[in-house]
Structures are given as structure tokens and as C-alpha cells.
């Protein structure tokens, strides 16, 4: 039987790149969207190029009755889900100064709730297996601060504080859990920046890049399998050597 991996908003960017790195070694795959559009088709379409099997589920991370609804969708299919990846998250930055309510709240519950609601609703089959390998994205935002982010920061940190907490709670229980915080990702997310900026950062990092969802992914691999064995609790900086 195949192991189980869910990924949330794996539809594009970085999620999608882990559900094709799961695929690529056999895990039969579940990936949560928000929005059902031309996306999520080919990312399906790419993951069962592999010989796996695919289940989509639709939910707002946000949403607590969402992820109560796709991970029992995800049960009642698969038996069981072995790995978590929380990835799903937003940004709405601006300066504190200009930031509204919502825009500190929404992020908030996007990347922060959203990881508290949808570990929840997994980590009971994970228990009663007595085994499981939960990674939670992050960020070197999280670690470090950046202005204009206060709300993203926010949520970012406060991975890493659910992230060592949870460690501790299920480590007995033979469940893993761990955090990766990207630095400056090629994504959709930073597609936002103007080129000049972009190029100043990549310059500022040492190994003079950014990096690509595939860094990220071969990480978050590595923490699911058997050689990971002994890490948890640990935050894993994927930055280019960035926050040094
Ligand atoms: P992205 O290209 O914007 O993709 C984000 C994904 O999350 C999309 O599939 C999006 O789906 C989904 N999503 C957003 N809100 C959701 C919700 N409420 N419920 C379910 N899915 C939701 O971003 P990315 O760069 O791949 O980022 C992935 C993760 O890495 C995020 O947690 C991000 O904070 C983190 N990260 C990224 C970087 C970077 O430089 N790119 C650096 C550090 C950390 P929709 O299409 O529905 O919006």
C-alpha cells in the first residue's frame, strides 16, 4: 500500500511542486484547492502522469468545517494519511501604519489558523496510527522580521511556535514535526515584485539566486522519509544561506 501525503493549496507555486515530488516516489497523493480552475486540472493531470492516484479536495484552509469535511473525504478514500504538509498561505503587505484590521486578520487565519485547522482534523488518524510526519511552511520571515510584513511575520512566527509545541506534544506517540522556511522562492507570490528588485535581493543572498519551489520540495521530501528519522522540532531554513 502506498503511502498517503496531503499537501494544502498544492495547486501551484511551491504546493505543487511537493505534490510532484511525492508522486514522482510513489505516495498516493491528496491535494486541497480553494478554487477549481485550469490550475488544479493540470496539476492533477501532472501528478497522475506518475502511476499514483490523485484526490483533489476542495476547502478554505481558514474554514474549520472545510478541513473537517476534505480530511474525512481524504480518510474514507485513502485509509490513512501519513504525511501532512501545510503550505497553503497568503500575503497582504503593506506598512503597519497602512494596514488594516482585515489585512492582519485574514493572513492570520490563512497561514496560521489554517495550519491549526487542518493538523487538528489529521493529527487523530495519526495518533491512533502511532506514526506520521507533519511539515509546516514557514518562512525566513518568521525567523527574521521584514518590514511591511508585520501580518505575514506574524503568521510565519507563529508556525514555528505551533510547529515546536506539537513536537513536544506527539513525539511519544511516533509523530514528526517540523518546519522548512523558504527565503526568496520563484513563485507566483513573488512574481509580484519589479525585476530591479528582485535582482537587488538575489544579490544580497549568498549563493546569489533565488531559489525554486524544486529546493524547497526536495527538503520537505527528505523530512518525510525514513533518513529524517531522528529530526523534530526543528525549523529548516531553505534560503540561499540568506539569514546567516
Ligand atoms: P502561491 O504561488 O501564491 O501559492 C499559494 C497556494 O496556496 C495557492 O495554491 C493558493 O490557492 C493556496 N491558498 C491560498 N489561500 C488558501 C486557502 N485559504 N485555502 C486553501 N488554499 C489556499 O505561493 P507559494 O510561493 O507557492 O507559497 C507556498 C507557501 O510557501 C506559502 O505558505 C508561503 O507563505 C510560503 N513561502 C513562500 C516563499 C516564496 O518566496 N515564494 C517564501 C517563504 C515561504 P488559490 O489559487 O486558491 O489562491
Do not use: H, W
Not at 42 to 69: M, P, Y
Not at 79 to 89: F, M, P, Q, T
Not at 135 to 150: E, M
Amino acid at each position: 500500500m502506498n503511502r498517503v501525503v496531503l499537501i494544502t493549496g498544492a495547486t501551484r507555486g511551491i504546493g505543487k511542486e511537493i505534490a510532484l515530488k511525492f508522486a514522482q516516489n510513489g505516495y498516493d497523493i491528496a491535494i486541497n484547492y480553494r478554487k477549481e480552475n485550469d490550475d488544479l486540472k493540470n496539476t492533477k493531470k501532472e501528478i497522475e502522469e506518475n502511476n499514483v492516484k490523485c484526490l483533489a479536495v476542495q476547502g478554505d484552509v481558514s474554514n474549520f468545517e472545510d478541513c473537517e469535511r476534505f480530511v474525512k473525504a481524504i480518510i474514507a478514500e485513502y485509509g490513512k494519511i501519513d504525511v501532512l504538509v501545510n503550505n497553503a498561505g497568503i500575503t497582504k503587505d503593506t506598512l503597519l501604519m497602512r494596514m488594516k484590521k482585515e489585512d492582519f486578520e485574514s493572513v492570520i487565519d490563512v497561514n496560521l489558523v489554517g495550519t491549526f485547522n487542518v493538523t487538528k482534523n489529521v493529527i487523530s488518524y495519526m495518533m491512533k496510527a502511532r506514526s506520521g510526519r507533519i511539515i509546516n511552511i514557514s518562512s525566513v520571515v518568521g525567523v527574521a522580521g521584514n518590514a511591511g510584513q508585520t501580518n505575514y511575520s506574524a503568521s510565519k512566527a507563529g508556525i514555528i511556535g505551533f510547529t515546536k509545541s506539537l513536537a513536544k506534544e506527539v513525539a511519544s506517540r511516533g509523530i514528526l514535526v517540523n518546519a522548512v522556511a523558504p527565503g526568496f522562492i520563484e513563485t507566483q507570490m513573488t512574481d509580484v515584485l519589479k525585476e530591479d528588485i528582485k535582482e537587488e535581493i538575489a544579490k544580497s543572498i549568498p549563493l546569489r539566486r533565488m531559489g525554486s519551489s524544486q529546493d524547497v520540495a526536495n527538503v520537505v521530501k527528505f523530512l518525510a522519509n525514513e533518513e529524517s528519522s531522528y529530526i523534530t522540532g526543528q525549523v529548516i531554513n531553505v534560503d540561499g544561506g540568506m539569514l546567516m
